[in-house]
């Protein structure tokens, strides 16, 4: 069954993996979620400190952060443009 590249890139923006599990890769979609899921945690436990650090630790969390939704975004979208 042909997946909607335009839904699965929508999922994968709401929270990284939810994209891959709508396309059938499950294995994936656990991956990206948990490691996703790992970064709401941190910023829910440390709560404000995130939001006030500087320097390196912020950059490195930040730029992490940014960096697993784009990857889980640009990855699913391939995925499904592959499988056509």
Do not use: C
């Not at 994209?19 to 970064?39: C, E, K, N, P, Q």
């Not at 910023?43 to 992490?64: D, N, Q």
Request: hydrophobic share 55%.
């Amino acid at each position: 069954m042909m997946k909607n590249k335009t839904l699965a890139g929508f999922l994968s923006l709401i929270f990284p993996g939810l994209g891959h599990l709508y396309v059938g890769r499950h294995a994936d979609g656990m991956g990206f979620l948990l490691g996703a899921g790992a970064l709401w945690v941190a910023i829910v436990l440390k709560g404000s400190y995130l939001f006030e650090m500087g320097g390196l630790r912020a950059l490195i969390f930040w730029g992490g952060f940014i960096a697993v939704y784009l990857y889980a975004l640009i990855d699913i979208v391939r995925k499904v443009e592959q499988a056509k």
